[in-house]
């Protein structure tokens, strides 16, 4: 695999990771958090650990995605978030 590509993949890697932990919305912050899970998948696979990467896909980028998403919407249905958002 190109050194180039992988560069890239690591570059992703940090701006999707300073993205969720900066970023004020909840919804936004799961969701760049689930692209950070896939972006480390390809990492995985790259670096030939191709189990590890499976690993990674079902359990990060599948189903803590999935918890965080059900506990996003949750929360609203039940009046914890203040009519601002906070």
């Known amino acids: 695999m190109n050194i180039s ?3 890239l993949i690591c570059g992703f890697l940090v701006l ?4 969720a932990s900066e ?4 919804l ?5 958090l689930s692209v950070f899970s896939v972006l480390l998948v390809i990492a995985f696979v ?3 650990a191709p189990d590890v990467g499976l ?3 079902v359990i990060s980028s599948g189903l803590i995605t999935s918890l965080f998403l059900v506990a996003y919407s949750q929360t609203k249905k039940q009046g ?3 009519k601002d958002g906070n």
Do not use: M
Request: aromatic share 12%.
């Open 5 to 7: 590509f992988y560069a």
């Open 16 to 19: 999707t990771a300073a993205v």
């Open 23 to 26: 970023i004020e919305d909840i």
């Open 28 to 32: 936004s912050a799961v969701i760049s």
């Open 46 to 48: 790259i670096l030939q």
């Open 55 to 57: 690993t990674q896909a």
């Open 80 to 82: 914890l978030w203040g």
